[in-house]
């Protein structure tokens, strides 16, 4: 498509990054289901090594369908490249790689997925990397959690599992004032309700297996570079401006300028760690994308619906959706997300972890499943599954204490999704 700027967000979801394929005119993306690249002739084939021309090698590196999806995503998120991986969780750790060395760490907010939590508390350190955890709406504990081996800050945009709006401009401004860059994850919101990168943020992490993809086919993840971070302000990202041995001393941020963080992705990052998103993935992701604007407007239209009417309802002591005007967030969704808080939010049941169990038993149209981001409706009771191994402690100051569950509000008729709510809190609360 034409670098036409002014497309809308309906126009670029379907557009951007795809064109008739050149060789057959086919309309849609091909599956370029190809390992390996005819090379024209030995320069030819030199020259893509030394990464002195762009073009196709082998798949662990580029794809054209891939290829495709990345310039989708970038373009809706407002970056300037993007690589996408096999997962949320590997864009987490390939956002993290060019950025980190062992001794660094990076600031992370205290509400985050489970999986990353486990993945920042436990596993990073195995890389001789660590995370320190912070409520991010306490400006001073951020400042003073920042040392000199910090190296980013992270959080999600709208976040598990009580779908907290995050302010990413009061974040961003401490970050830029520190000289490091700050990393959005923006599975939940999608940048169909939130733009991280408009707002201050260097990079912006996907777990494409959510909402953009959409009906919770495929795993995959993608990392957004804003392009707007001067990696050479100060000497902390080595990797991104000294000279790279494994490419005869090249200096990404010289030679790439705002595309450095994207081509060490790429030629760096996936090369060497292989976290590789596979062409049929892409594919299903691409199909997704062409009516997220459409799904995200009907996900947060039941969401309020079916917030607003659990928080009239005698059976349930609290709703957490930053989406309900009688949240202590709502000022903050309205002004940072005005298309909506998303679809993902927290209740407490009357009747505490037994009433909890036996409503998701009950439920019928509901899935309980470990997942979010689908057509369909799901629940999970955190307290006896993902977090059944924390103290009740611990669970509490995740948001996810024993008496509360989970929902991702899926694109099923409200009225529908609302009477299985009825009728499992009936069964649930009975007796
Ligand atoms: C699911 C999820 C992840 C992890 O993504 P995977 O694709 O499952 O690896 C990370 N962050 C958030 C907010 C998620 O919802």
């Not at 990076?106 to 489970?114: A, D, E, I």
């Not at 959080?155 to 401490?174: H, L, M, Q, R």
């Amino acid at each position: 498509m034409p670098d036409r700027p002014t497309y809308g967000f309906d126009t670029l979801q379907i557009h951007a990054g795809t064109r008739p394929d050149p060789a057959t005119g086919a309309r849609q993306t091909p599956i370029y289901q190809s390992t390996a690249y005819v090379f024209k002739d030995a320069d030819h084939a030199a020259a893509l090594f030394n990464l002195q021309e762009a073009g196709y090698i082998y798949s662990r590196l580029t794809n054209p369908t891939v290829g495709a999806l990345q310039e989708r995503i970038a373009t809706l998120e407002g970056g300037v490249g993007a690589v996408c991986c096999s997962s949320g969780h590997a864009a987490q750790i390939m956002a993290l790689f060019p950025l980190m060395t062992p001794g660094r760490n990076v600031v992370v907010s205290t509400r985050l997925y489970g999986g990353t939590v486990t993945q920042f508390s436990q596993t990073i350190k195995r890389f001789g990397w660590s995370a320190t955890f912070v409520d991010l709406d306490n400006e001073a504990a951020v400042r003073a959690a920042i040392d000199d081996d910090t190296r980013a800050i992270f959080c999600e945009s709208i976040s598990n599992p009580g779908g907290y709006v995050t302010d990413i401009p009061a974040v961003a401004k401490i970050a830029d004032e520190s000289g490091i860059p700050l990393i959005v994850d923006n599975t939940s919101a999608t940048p169909y309700l939130c733009r991280p990168i408009g707002m201050g943020a260097t990079l912006v992490v996907h777990s494409t297996t959510k909402y953009l993809t959409g009906n919770g086919t495929v795993t995959g993840g993608c990392v957004v570079d804003s392009g707007q971070f001067d990696w050479s302000q100060n000497d902390r990202f080595p990797a991104l401006i000294k000279p790279e041995p494994a490419y005869h001393g090249l200096k990404f941020h010289e030679t790439f300028g705002e595309l450095a963080f994207t081509f060490h992705g790429i030629a760096i990052g996936l090369r060497d760690l292989g976290m590789t998103m596979n062409p049929q993935g892409a594919h299903y992701t691409l199909m997704g994308i062409e009516t997220l604007s459409l799904r995200m407007e009907r996900h947060v239209e039941n969401a309020v619906r079916v917030a607003e009417w659990l928080e009239k309802d005698d059976r349930v002591d609290f709703v957490t959706y930053a989406g309900l005007a009688s949240s202590p967030y709502a000022d903050r969704a309205q002004k940072l997300y005005p298309r909506g808080a998303g679809a993902l939010f927290t209740f407490a049941v009357k009747g505490g972890y037994s009433a909890c169990v036996k409503l998701v038993d009950s439920l019928e149209l509901f899935s309980h499943v470990a997942n979010l981001g689908d057509t369909r409706s799901l629940i999970i009771h955190s307290a006896s599954t993902t977090h059944r191994q924390l103290t009740p402690e611990q669970q509490e100051a995740a948001g996810v204490a024993p008496n509360v569950v989970r929902v991702s509000i899926g694109l099923e008729d409200v009225n529908d999704i609302i009477a299985d709510l009825d009728q499992a809190l009936c069964k649930a609360t009975a007796g």
